[in-house]
């Protein structure tokens, strides 16, 4: 058994769930904001640095790793409800360009302002879970704790969310917010706050998936430590559906094991170009993605 789990085969299936669940919290963020407000935030990945080098720069003054953890979270929940109200209220109604480019502007400068903070010297942060493979047998198994407390971490997270969108009176709130403001207003519910706290749960999520990244073998966190995994969470986020959480779950783990065996079975520059393959094909056959059932939204 000890052989079989220390295999290239798993191995790279191990690799490629754990890189996975990182798209796919992504995805997720990116699905939350859309499905609150209908815009695409460019930003995430850079405002989910900002946060968590807010918080995980209080490890170098003795606070505990997990206080640090809290405090980057909290920070994100609270920056994205900001940034909605300073950045993107003033955008709605306004043609559908105006939120993207501000965004993506917001992009360049929190960069610019976390590496003139912070300056560009990646910081490695501590784990709280040794990051050393298990053995069994003598054989050498892709899996932490670190990989596991991921795993774990981000699936639960992952199925709040969903739980929450999908199953709950809030989710139906924030779906109809953004489908169709006027019309929530009119029935009693309270647009503007509920467009903001989407914009703060995603952001959230954001910079819990930033600590993650910045946290593995290998990584550290520096302004554009969250550039190519945006990139892939966003493929994910259109594989799987921008309007379905599961379909970001999916499409996160399809693209990382995508990119995985791409890796080890091709060579590591046709990654990318292989993530790009699958967004092609899959927007082919189902240009809303896998998991967009109807043609029009519907709350």
């Known amino acids: 058994m000890g052989g079989f789990l220390a295999s290239r085969f798993m191995s790279d299936l191990f690799n490629g769930v754990a890189n996975g669940i990182i798209f796919s919290l992504i995805a997720l963020s990116l699905v939350v904001v859309w499905q609150s407000t209908n815009v695409l935030n460019f930003a995430q990945g850079a405002m989910a640095t900002f ?25 994100g929940f609270i920056f994205g409800g900001l940034t909605e109200r300073v950045l993107i209220r003033p955008l709605y109604g306004k043609p559908d360009i105006n939120p993207i480019v501000v965004m993506v502007g917001f992009l360049g400068f929190l960069q610019f302002l ?45 199925m709040i969310v969903a739980l929450v969108f999908r199953f709950t009176t809030l989710g139906l709130k924030l ?32 910079s819990f998936t930033a600590i993650l990244v910045a946290m593995q073998n290998g990584s550290a966190l520096s302004p554009s430590v969250m550039g190519s995994v945006f990139i892939f969470g966003f493929i994910a986020a259109a594989v799987g559906g921008l309007d379905s959480p599961i ?14 065996f791409t890796l080890d079975y091709w060579q590591a520059n046709m990654a990318p170009v292989m993530a790009l393959v699958v967004l092609i094909v899959v927007l082919m056959i189902r240009p809303r993605g896998l998991f967009t059932k109807n043609t029009q939204r519907r709350v």
Not at 117 to 144: A, D, E
Not at 176 to 182: D, H, N
């Open 175 to 206: 779906r109809a917010a953004a489908l169709a403001p006027e019309v929530a207003r009119l029935l009693g519910v309270r647009v503007d706050r509920l467009l903001t706290f989407g914009w703060m749960i995603s952001s959230a999520v954001g």
């Open 247 to 260: 379909g970001a779950v999916v499409g996160g783990l399809l693209i990382g094991l995508v990119e995985q």
């Open 51 to 75: 946060a968590t080098y807010i918080g995980m720069a209080q490890v170098e003054h003795g606070i505990n790793i997990w206080l640090c953890m809290v405090i980057s979270v909290v920070v």
């Open 114 to 158: 976390a590496a003139a903070i912070w300056g560009n010297i990646p910081r490695i942060l501590p784990s709280p879970f040794s990051q050393v493979f298990y053995t069994s047998k003598g054989h050498t198994i892709f899996l932490s704790p670190f990989v596991v407390f991921q795993i774990l971490t981000a699936v639960t997270v992952m």
